[in-house]
C-alpha cells in the first residue's frame, strides 16, 4: 500500500490551501487517515484525522475551526482544506493511514504509532 499526498504550495496569510492523499495498492481495509506536520526545528505534531467507518473527525486546538477533513471512501482519499492560513502553520504535511489494523479508539487518535502508513511529506509555506 502506498500513500500519494498533493497540493501544497504558498498562500498569503488568511489564505487557502488544499491537500489530499489518497491509498492505493493491493486490497486493504481503511480503518483512520490523518495529517500530522512538522517545522524545521520543531516535532512533529497531530493535525486532524478521520475514522473511516462513520468519518468522526478529530482536529488539533490549533486548527480547529479552520482546517476541515473529509474522506472519500470509494477513492480511499483524504482532504484537508485549510482556510484562514496562518504563518505558524507553515511545515512539512504528512498523511497517514491506519491499515488493516484494528478499529481506531477515539483517545489514539492523535497518536502517529497508530498508523502504519505514512505519504511524503508536501510543503506548504504561509507568508507575505
Known amino acids: 500500500v502506498q500513500l500519494q499526498a498533493s497540493g501544497g504550495g504558498l498562500v498569503q496569510p488568511g489564505g487557502s490551501l488544499g491537500l489530499s492523499c489518497t491509498a492505493s495498492?493491493?486490497?486493504?481495509?481503511?480503518?483512520?487517515m490523518g495529517w500530522f506536520r512538522q517545522a524545521p526545528g520543531k516535532e512533529r505534531e497531530f493535525v486532524a484525522a478521520?475514522?473511516?467507518?462513520?468519518?468522526?473527525?478529530h482536529y488539533a486546538d490549533s486548527v480547529k475551526g479552520r482546517f476541515i477533513i473529509t474522506r472519500d471512501t470509494p477513492k480511499n482519499t483524504v482532504y484537508l482544506q485549510m482556510n484562514s492560513l496562518k504563518p505558524e502553520d507553515t511545515a512539512s504535511y504528512h498523511c497517514?493511514?491506519?491499515?488493516?489494523?484494528?478499529?481506531?479508539?477515539?483517545?489514539?487518535?492523535?497518536?502517529?504509532?497508530?498508523?502504519?502508513?505514512w505519504g511524503q511529506g508536501t510543503e506548504v509555506t504561509v507568508s507575505s
Open positions: 497517514a493511514a491506519r491499515i488493516d489494523q484494528n478499529s481506531l479508539i477515539l483517545s489514539a487518535v492523535r497518536q502517529p504509532s497508530m498508523y502504519n502508513y
Open positions: 495498492g493491493r486490497a486493504f481495509t481503511t480503518r483512520a
Open positions: 478521520i475514522r473511516w467507518n462513520g468519518g468522526s473527525t
